[in-house]
């Protein structure tokens, strides 16, 4: 069976139930982009099954209408929340054109929030989140530096990621035994090399690289103003740190048991959030046997919920129709 994923954002770490697939020698996958419907339109009949990942206001869904028109099957994987709202479907798209295209498709989203709220706009919803490769992320034996505490932010270098709030934290706690890392590319970069207790690790392609930061760090701050999933909280959790959080809807389906990480309260107020955030770091800074606790509840989670083969098989399914 023969897979195409077409998509805006091509980072295969979102798709990676399918490629697992791919290596067990069930399907084979093919990743297309905007300028594929340009350069490469014949591509989108080549296949079995189109999985679209778009957000919900961008044009190029009529690509995957025309393929559904000529047979070909569609499953829409999505993140987004609040169709009914029809909040995202009005800038750019007429939304008729979306919900057009979603009445006779199948439907895989990445959490239960956003399988709800289209549900009633599609054939069929399934809510099967994203995963990681557990045997790749995990605890390992490296070398820490002596007693400091490392604090580490792993995602794009923005301000909806909240990095402006860790870097306010790491101001103010420039006098303790802290010191915070930063993994990613962003608008923030030469921010973070200003300060004396940051150290900027730049994007870190390399999985194996990536898990042993994780690994040589002892919490994972995660402050974004929205998130609708969080792949870097599992990633680290599965490496058995602590989160620290904002209430966001991947945050709060993640940590709905409230084991693996701390979920700071809802507010609009970003000095109270700077506190808290502070307050937490402290909190899991003071005590090595909480920050134990916390990861080890962490990583059993991942393993129960967010391993690749539990999804692949889910997907399998769902392929199979």
Known sequence: MKVTIFTHNTSKQYFKALYYLERQ???????????????????????DVLIPFYGPYYPQIEVAQIAKKFGIKNIFMNSWEKWQEGEYVKYYCPKWIWYNYLKDVECVSVSKKASNDIEPYVAKSYHIP??????????????????TINILFVGYLEKYKGIDKVLFAAKRLENENI?????????????????KNCVYHGFIKEQKELV?????CDILVQPSEFEKFGITMIEAMSCKLPIISTSTTGAQEIFDDEKGGIIMDPT???????????????????SENVR???GE?????????????????????ILKG
């Not at 020698?25 to 296949?47: C, M, R, W, Y």
């Open 292 to 294: 134990k606790r916390i």
């Open 179 to 195: 010191t915070f890392h930063f993994a990613g590319t962003g608008s923030y970069k030469d921010a973070i090399k200003k300060e």
């Open 130 to 147: 994203h995963a990681i490769d557990t045997a790749l992320f995990k605890p390992l034996n490296v070398e820490k530096q002596d007693d």
């Open 25 to 47: 020698g069930a399907i084979t996958v093919e990743l297309l982009d905007n300028v594929h419907s340009i350069t490469k339109p014949h591509k989108f009949f080549q296949t």
């Open 297 to 317: 509840d962490g990583r059993k989670k991942v393993l129960s919920r967010y391993d690749v083969t539990a999804s692949a098989q889910k997907w399998a399914k």
């Open 212 to 216: 042993k930061l994780y690994n040589q």
């Open 268 to 286: 609009n107020d970003e000095e109270i959030l700077v506190e808290k955030l502070i307050e937490n770091i402290r909190y899991l800074s003071e």
